[in-house]
């Protein structure tokens, strides 16, 4: 709380002045040849001097569209802070950006005539949707402000996941809103100026009518509607314009991070105490923001060969931004008990369950097997294979269904170990960025003039969910490891990915296309051998952790239980957390980062009435090769002979399940 | 059918069986061998040569995008679709495998492993540290080589020859220097330079690139069009297709609207091309800038025509 005791002017002056120096730069470098026209050029160009179009219709525009849009994008996150009385909110946080993002992106694929009608329309569409998602995920937990940033943060991601899927398929004709999609500012007109020009001031105008009944949030609730206020109908309204401003920014700019967080925590931060200082404020501080941003990325842009999209950079600053913020904001987190999903009934014989459940996967694995395309003299049809295909099964779709298998085992078990160590249910390696820190050290060793070898992925990966797990520690050590909390961290080095993720795609570089299918967790890849690796690798760190049932029983009564009953708590963590990170390595560099099965098949166990230490662990361990098994089975064949990567699958389907936890969180 | 009680017996019927099928493959691979060979592509480079070469191939990668961006030659009705360029459909392929699978530098991460199923021959004409004609004839010759069709390649080679020395003859005069672009979006276009098709292009005819600053290793590099003014005199060819919403958005554009070669008049589309493509995609292209280098006064009156 150092900054408390400064004004908010003071950091708006020193990012003034950064502004207008950066800019001065880019002026003398881009438009040093104009020197003594610039004035000209701005008002009133020469038509003749293509120098003087290029500055009227690109350095102008561009600045004032990173003015306007990051002042709209503080607008909305101030308000919508405002309205559900939640520090973290933003419209990046509650998902309504990619929300939108995605409506345009579906609207450009299978309605472009709808584009012409409206981007603004159809973004707005995307960013409702979003919202109601996640107001109803986070409903029953009365909008813990936690609670609502986690589900926004999931809707986003998994929109993302989706956007992904889209992007497999129309790489070549999609290029273009890759570039626009991750927030290229560039302008060539005015247009998107005075399109948000107009919206902001009208947006701006409204904001004020609520002014004096919004402020009356910041009272208790009981205070405020003892006032007379219709509460319902003051959010519906704050929110619906933080909407509506977040959709044109994003149908007019493209995908923003952050800013829409950062500047209203930043002005809270520095002093602005009364809404009307913090809307004002927030509006200064995320223009200059987005401005300073978008000017250092032009001046940067000259030593990159590739575009270096200005708002997957703000996604990129905004993430640690985010984990900077955590412990500084007050945020209400409410601790559910950690006994969520334990009422559910014990199984006399959760023996007989097992064993069924086994019978099941391999009956699962056996389909996989044996169903899918045959080729039939130039038509391809669905079929079962028979004895004649034997060498199409062993050598072909056996390698795939046993890394699935294998891979889908290891995230379980990970799952489940870091669900009963944290008492926390809803904890997985992919929602914990463990999965993420292995992407990006991988991402990292792909930029890095190296090319792809297996063992310096393994390395590098090792490295990625190392550096995640510290993060994780560091962050969340002063709170206690409060649930919400770890998880939020968790998610905000997942953003970390996606930032990266959107710039190497932005970068046109053709391996993009082989990244994203990695990303996607394919596993095309896997041959009779690698999976036969994978596969040893995954029983041997089973066996590793079978024995480990009594920490694991012990550690979910809390520290001080688990000490009495002789457990060396801070010992049993570290070799249970370096269990985690080796499963995680293993099993995200066959089947990607996002595949949620580390945290479904867990959650899925318990409901089926697995409890103990050692069924739990059996239990999820078989559904996570049932779940990866049949997401691989989808893949193969749902577009045949285009495939779909696994983990894609799995994701698109553990993120629902993913939300529906959320709900009874 | 009457129960085998012994084990034994059931092992010789078993012995029996695999013998049976083992000779069904040997018969159906000597019928193969008086065919024409099954060749599997997944470089819409090497699609396009043997299509070129009279070769009807038995599978490539993602016909719609292929008819999307390379257009012509058409690939044959009788070929299968063997999925993503860079995740050729295995399990597909395992079914009836070709007796020859052609994969690019590009995708070739797992050639050892495809070597199981097929021969595998990684064929290209980038990443060969050639430059580009030189290594797209080697890639004509090979590809001939492998299939039985050298006659069918010198013809080729021959045609694009004189393709290109009439192009030079046709485009002696043209002085006009050409930015050869492909828009990525409304605002960045892909500029061709040295290295690839369209430098091979400028250097044998006596056409000027417009472009000289660098380029990566496909030979282009992407700029925010309003580089495309630094040659006001230039003439701006673009290749189509656009990606989605870029014609729409070039309407509205005003660096594009106020470039000078647009003010002007002197821009001109061409048909698909697959600028990193072989020697038809040459020839095509070669023709394309004929047409549009020796029809300029005539087809461009206006600003209007030419913004889509």
């Known amino acids: 709380?150092?900054?408390?005791?400064?004004?908010?002017?003071?950091?708006?002056?020193?990012?003034?002045?950064?502004?207008?120096?950066?800019?001065?730069?880019?002026?003398?470098?881009?438009?040093?040849?104009?020197?003594?026209?610039?004035?000209?050029?701005?008002?009133?160009?020469?038509?003749?001097?293509?120098?003087?179009?290029?500055?009227?219709?690109?350095?102008?525009?561009?600045?004032?569209?990173?003015?306007?849009?990051?002042?709209?994008?503080?607008?909305?996150?101030?308000?919508?802070?405002?309205?559900?009385?939640?520090?973290?909110?933003?419209?990046?946080?509650?998902?309504?950006?990619?929300?939108?993002?995605?409506?345009?992106?579906?609207?450009?694929?299978?309605?472009?005539?709808?584009?012409?009608?409206?981007?603004?329309?159809?973004?707005?569409?995307?960013?409702?949707?979003?919202?109601?998602?996640?107001?109803?995920?986070?409903?029953?937990?009365?909008?813990?402000?936690?609670?609502?940033?986690?589900?926004?943060?999931?809707?986003?991601?998994?929109?993302?996941?989706?956007?992904?899927?889209?992007?497999?398929?129309?790489?070549?004709?999609?290029?273009?809103?890759?570039?626009?999609?991750?927030?290229?500012?560039?302008?060539?007109?005015?247009?998107?100026?005075r399109f948000l020009l107009l919206r902001l001031g009208i947006v701006v105008a409204l904001a004020l009518l609520l002014l004096r009944p919004l402020s009356l949030l910041d009272l208790e609730e009981d205070g405020a509607r003892s006032l007379g206020i219709s509460l319902r109908k003051l959010r519906f309204a704050g929110l619906g314009l933080g909407i509506f401003m977040t959709a044109c920014v994003v149908s007019a700019i493209g995908l923003i991070g952050f800013i829409g967080l950062a500047s209203p925590a930043i002005a809270r931060l520095s002093g602005a105490r009364t809404l009307s200082q913090r809307l004002g404020w927030s509006m200064i501080l995320g223009a200059l923001l987005l401005a300073v941003t978008d000017l250092a990325v032009q001046q940067l842009s000259p030593f990159t060969a590739s575009l270096l999209p200005t708002g997957a950079m703000t996604a990129a600053l905004g993430a640690p931004l985010l984990l900077w913020l955590l412990p500084r904001l007050r945020v209400g987190g409410s601790r559910p008990t950690p006994s969520t999903g334990l009422t559910m009934p014990r199984l006399a014989r959760p023996h007989l369950r097992l064993w069924a459940l086994a019978g099941l996967t391999i009956v699962a694995c056996a389909l996989a097997l044996l169903v899918g395309f045959m080729l039939d003299s130039h038509t391809m049809h669905p079929s079962v294979a028979g004895i004649g295909d034997l060498s199409l099964i062993v050598d072909w779709r056996l390698p795939r269904v046993a890394t699935a298998a294998a891979a889908g085992l290891m995230l379980a078990i990970a799952g489940t170990l870091l669900q009963r160590m944290t008492g926390n249910p809803m904890a997985s390696p992919e929602v914990l960025g463990i999965s993420a820190g292995v992407a990006i050290g991988v991402i990292a060793l792909m930029l890095l003039p190296l090319g792809i070898a297996p063992l310096s992925g393994s390395v590098m990966g090792f490295s990625g969910a190392t550096v995640a797990l510290l993060v994780l520690i560091v962050c969340n050590r002063r709170s206690g490891f409060a649930p919400e909390r770890l998880l939020l961290t968790g998610i905000a080095i997942s953003s970390l990915l996606d930032a990266m993720r959107a710039i190497v795609l932005a970068s046109e570089d053709p391996r993009a296309q082989q990244l994203l299918s990695w990303l996607g967790g394919s596993t095309y890849y896997a041959s009779l051998t690698s999976s036969g690796w994978i596969v040893a690798i995954a029983i041997l760190l089973l066996a590793l952790t079978l024995p480990l049932q009594r920490w694991l029983t012990l550690l979910p009564l809390g520290a001080p239980t688990a000490k009495a009953l002789g457990v060396d708590v801070d010992r049993s963590r570290l070799m249970l957390l370096a269990l985690v990170a080796l499963l995680t390595v293993a099993a995200t560099l066959v089947i990607g980062p996002l595949s949620f099965v580390g945290l479904m098949a867990p959650h899925m166990a318990?409901?089926?009435?697995?409890?103990?230490?050692?069924?739990?662990?059996?239990?999820?361990?078989?559904?996570?090769?049932?779940?990866?098994?049949?997401?691989?089975?989808?893949?193969?064949?749902?577009?045949?002979?285009?495939?779909?990567?696994?983990?894609?699958?799995?994701?698109?389907?553990?993120?629902?399940?993913?939300?529906?936890g959320l709900r009874r969180l | 059918m009457p129960r085998v009680r012994s084990f034994p017996a059931l092992l010789a019927l078993a012995i029996a069986v695999l013998l049976g099928m083992s000779t069904a493959q040997a018969d159906a691979q000597a019928d193969a061998d008086s065919k024409p060979p099954r060749i599997a592509a997944a470089n819409w480079t090497v699609v396009e040569t043997l299509i070129a070469l009279g070769v009807e191939p038995y599978a490539v990668s993602d016909i719609p995008n292929y008819n999307a961006w390379v257009k012509a030659p058409a690939v044959p009705d009788s070929t299968l679709d063997m999925g993503l360029r860079n995740e050729p459909n295995l399990e597909l392929l395992a079914q009836d495998p070709p007796d020859l699978l052609m994969t690019s530098a590009l995708f070739s991460r797992d050639n050892a492993r495809l070597e199981r199923l097929m021969p595998v021959r990684m064929i290209d004409n980038f990443y060969t540290d050639r430059p580009y004609y030189e290594a797209t004839l080697a890639m004509t010759r090979e590809i001939a080589r492998l299939t039985g069709r050298q006659p069918q390649a010198e013809a080729l080679i021959a045609e694009t020859d004189a393709v290109l020395a009439h192009a030079a003859r046709a485009l002696r005069g043209a002085k006009t220097p050409l930015y050869l672009v492909q828009f990525s979006d409304a605002q960045h276009v892909r500029v061709f330079g040295q290295g690839n098709m369209v430098g091979t292009l400028f250097s044998r005819t006596g056409l000027t690139n417009a472009w000289a600053g660098p380029t990566n290793a496909w030979g282009y590099a992407s700029i925010p069009i309003d580089r495309l003014a630094e040659r006001p005199e230039a003439r701006i060819v673009v290749i189509k297709p656009y990606p989605r919403g870029v014609e729409e958005a070039l309407g509205n554009n005003q660096i594009w609207r106020h470039l000078p070669a647009v003010r002007a008049g002197r821009v001109s589309f061409i048909d698909p091309v697959w600028p990193y493509g072989g020697l038809v995609s040459l020839q095509r292209l070669a023709r394309s800038l004929v047409d549009v280098a020796t029809a300029d006064t005539s087809r461009a009156s206006s600003v209007e025509d030419q913004v889509p």
């Open chain 1, 1 to 193: 709380m150092t900054l408390r005791t400064r004004s908010p002017a003071g950091f708006a002056i020193a990012l003034l002045l950064l502004a207008i120096g950066l800019a001065a730069a880019t002026l003398h470098t881009r438009f040093g040849d104009l020197s003594g026209f610039w004035w000209q050029s701005i008002v009133a160009p020469d038509d003749d001097q293509i120098r003087q179009i290029v500055m009227h219709y690109t350095f102008v525009p561009r600045l004032l569209v990173a003015l306007l849009g990051g002042a709209a994008l503080a607008l909305a996150g101030c308000l919508m802070q405002q309205v559900l009385r939640n520090p973290l909110a933003s419209p990046a946080t509650l998902g309504v950006t990619s929300g939108a993002q995605l409506a345009l992106v579906v609207a450009t694929l299978w309605a472009p005539s709808w584009m012409l009608a409206g981007r603004e329309w159809i973004a707005l569409a995307g960013g409702i949707v979003a919202m109601l998602l996640v107001l109803a995920l986070s409903w029953k937990r009365r909008l813990a402000p936690m609670v609502v940033v986690l589900s926004g943060m999931v809707v986003s991601l998994y929109f993302s996941a989706i956007n992904s899927a889209l992007l497999l398929f129309h790489q070549e004709s999609l290029s273009g809103l890759f570039i626009w999609g991750s927030g290229a500012l560039a302008q060539d007109n005015w247009h998107d100026s």
């Open chain 1, 606 to 660: 318990r409901l089926m009435g697995f409890h103990g230490a050692r069924h739990q662990l059996l239990g999820a361990g078989l559904l996570g090769m049932l779940v990866m098994v049949t997401a691989d089975w989808l893949g193969r064949n749902l577009f045949f002979p285009y495939q779909l990567p696994a983990g894609l699958i799995a994701a698109l389907i553990g993120g629902v399940y993913f939300m529906w």
